[in-house]
Each structure stands twice: as structure tokens, then as C-alpha cells.
């Protein structure tokens, strides 16, 4: 079993619509979580990161942990045409060893 | 802040030759910093984690001797690919962690390598 689990898609959604994007690990000792997103042939950008468990709010952006689930998602509110890139779930235990997810390829379409 | 940078961001080599990458943390100290591959349309493969001072840690599979990597200082990093042959081609990217008040990853914008 992978440490983290992540649909790769690919998701296609119209313009406006909200992005559920979700990965799932085994590790309970996980304590931090990130996602970022990649555009096409360029290296990741950090969009949002969390400690433990809750919520976090930026923007269009809303990451949710739940640890007694093991569960962790990223809402993308009113999506545009410039979200469409792949998304990527990690997460580590404690900040020196990380896991990724294999990343959700999301496309937004005008 | 948090800028990761890489030089170069596109290199063509002949088969046989080797190729250095730099990968500098411009507005924080890494502590650590991670070296990754990543094919088409596939996910990232950490390459080897190297601790500024230190030997790197390779993963399993990853040829230590033929991707060298020196983490000289806390905002240095350098991944040498050595005798490199086409199979080698890749985009190779870097991360650095470390005292940025943040325990996560922050990439750079990746290098093409292609051997011809």
C-alpha cells in the first residue's frame, strides 16, 4: 500500500464550477500537509499548507485535514481556465522526510 | 519568499559528457535540500536528500556515482550527471526545506536535460 493515495484523473470541470481535489494516507503520524501545483513543465508551486488537523482558507483556495480519516482535500471555488494544471497532495511527519501523492490532472474549460 | 532558483533551466549535452545543475535557495537557508526526476506526464521520483556538510542519501535504485550531488552550503546545492547517456533525460528538479518557518518544500523551476 502507497503511503499516499491520490487520483490522477484526468478531471475536467467548465469554468466556475467548484474542484474537489482529495488524497488519502495510512500514516498516522503524519502532521503536515501541503498541495501544490504544477504547471506543465515547471516545477511545483506551494499553494497551500496546514498543520495538523482544520481548515485553511487563501483566496479562491480552501484545504481541509482530517486526521481521523486520513483524509486530506483542496476546494478550488469559481474556477478559471489558468487552475488547469496538476495538483499534487504531500505530506510528512515531521518536515524532513516527505510523501507526495502521483497528482490529479485538473483542466478548467473556458 | 522562499525562491528556489535552477541554472540551467535547459541543457542539451552529447551522450558521454557531464552536466552539472545548481540549485540555490535565494531568500532562506536550506537546511535540506531534495533532488527529483520527473518523466512525462508521470510523478515525481525523489532522486536523493542531501543535508548541508553531509553525504547525500540516495534512494534506492539511484546511482550515487553517477549523480553526484554536494550540498556546500545552506544555500547551495549542485546534482552532477556524469557520463550522461539518453536514458538519462529528464526533468530534473529541486526543493529546498530548512528555516523558512515552514516545515514543507519549496521547488525550483526545474531543468530539461536532454543527451543526445
Known amino acids: 500500500q502507497k503511503e499516499v493515495e491520490q487520483d490522477p484523473g484526468p478531471l475536467s470541470v467548465p469554468e466556475g464550477a467548484i474542484v474537489s481535489l482529495n488524497c488519502t494516507y495510512s500514516n498516522s503520524a503524519f502532521q503536515y500537509f501541503m498541495w501544490y501545483r504544477q504547471y506543465s513543465r515547471k516545477g511545483p508551486e506551494l499553494l497551500m499548507y496546514?498543520?495538523?488537523?482544520g481548515n485553511k482558507e487563501d483566496g479562491r483556495f480552501t484545504a481541509q485535514v482530517d486526521k481521523s480519516s486520513k483524509y486530506i482535500s483542496l476546494f478550488i471555488r469559481d474556477s478559471q481556465p489558468s487552475d488547469s494544471a496538476t495538483y499534487l497532495c504531500a505530506m510528512s511527519p515531521t518536515g524532513n522526510q516527505f510523501y507526495f501523492g502521483t497528482g490529479t490532472s485538473l483542466t478548467v474549460i473556458p | 519568499g522562499a525562491v528556489v532558483s535552477q541554472h540551467p533551466s535547459w541543457v542539451i549535452c552529447k551522450s558521454g559528457t557531464s552536466v552539472k545543475i545548481e540549485c540555490r535557495s535565494l531568500d532562506f537557508q536550506a537546511t535540506t535540500m531534495f533532488w527529483y526526476r520527473q518523466f512525462p506526464k508521470q510523478s515525481l521520483m525523489l532522486m536523493a536528500t542531501?543535508?548541508?556538510?553531509?553525504?547525500?542519501?540516495?534512494e534506492q535504485g539511484v546511482e550515487k556515482d553517477k549523480f553526484l550531488i554536494n550540498h556546500a552550503s545552506l544555500t547551495l546545492s549542485t546534482l552532477t550527471v556524469t557520463s550522461a547517456h539518453p536514458e538519462d533525460s529528464s526533468f530534473y528538479i529541486c526543493?529546498?526545506?530548512?528555516?523558512?518557518?515552514?516545515?514543507?518544500?519549496?521547488f525550483g523551476p526545474g531543468t530539461r536535460l536532454l543527451v543526445l
Open positions: 526543493s529546498a526545506g530548512g528555516t523558512s518557518g515552514k516545515e514543507t518544500q519549496y
Open positions: 496546514t498543520y495538523s488537523s
Open positions: 542531501s543535508n548541508e556538510g553531509s553525504k547525500a542519501t540516495y
